[in-house]
């Protein structure tokens, strides 16, 4: 049973456009949720996180929505760069749980 | 510090073979977990350590892996008899508590032939 799901295999995105990234989750318990960027070959690498008291959390050029109602949340790339290219994951958390992962979605930012 | 660290970045084993892997945290970090990756997956989890203690077992983790974090500060990870299907990205993460971030090392690619 998939906790958390990305339905996104793949995204592509046109340079300075703004990238939208989407994560549902099932668990009503699940209180913090992160994103992740990674690169092949190499660790997933932490980007923004938030947990369930806000509903948005943004840091430079990246912004983290979240709907508890929906049980849904998008992170916001704008403006999208070719760097950015890579799979992101979400993934989520509640009191003591480790971290549960979606599938990732990868993202093309095309020059 | 430099990050959470792991050793060695890639190993090839024949099947059979027992490996061990090892991840060093970051230093005030109380949390270390290991996530086992593969190919069009998001990392899953393993098992974690709040200091050297090993609070949970995924039922990934069968009998043939084992897990230590001797003093709350290195953890090694050891696969037994390793099988094709070990054959993973296996990463090590750690954290300050529970629900704040967790990062990632670069992991270590097993491939079992």
């Known amino acids: 049973d998939q906790q958390v799901k990305q339905n996104s295999p793949s995204l592509s995105v046109q340079e300075g456009r703004i990238s939208i990234l989407n994560c549902d989750y099932t668990?009503?318990?699940?209180?913090?949720f992160l994103w992740y960027k990674k690169y092949p070959a190499e660790g997933p690498t932490f980007l923004i996180s938030?947990?369930?008291?806000?509903d948005k959390n943004e840091d430079g050029r990246f912004t983290v929505f979240l709907n508890k109602s929906a049980k849904h949340l998008s992170l916001h790339i704008v403006p999208s760069q070719p760097g950015d290219s890579a799979v992101y994951f979400c993934a989520a958390s509640s009191g003591n749980t480790p971290l549960v992962f979606g599938k990732g979605t990868r993202l093309s930012v095309i020059a | 510090d430099t990050g959470v660290s792991q050793d060695p970045r890639h190993k090839i084993t024949k099947r059979g073979q027992n490996v061990t892997f090892r991840c060093d945290p970051i230093?005030?970090?109380?949390?270390l977990y290991w996530y086992r990756q593969t190919l069009g997956q998001g990392p899953e989890f393993l098992t974690y350590?709040?200091?050297?203690?090993?609070?949970?077992k995924s039922r990934l983790l069968s009998d043939r892996f084992s897990a230590e974090r001797p003093k709350g500060s290195f953890s090694t990870l050891e696969i037994q008899r390793t099988e094709q299907g070990d054959s993973a990205m296996y990463l090590c993460?750690?954290?300050?508590?529970?629900?704040?971030?967790?990062?990632f090392g670069q992991g270590t690619r097993l491939t079992v032939v």
């Open positions: 938030i947990s369930s008291i806000k």
């Open positions: 350590f709040q200091n050297e203690a090993q609070l949970e």
């Open positions: 230093s005030e970090h109380n949390r």
């Open positions: 668990n009503s318990m699940f209180d913090y």
């Open positions: 993460a750690s954290s300050y508590s529970a629900n704040t971030e967790a990062f």
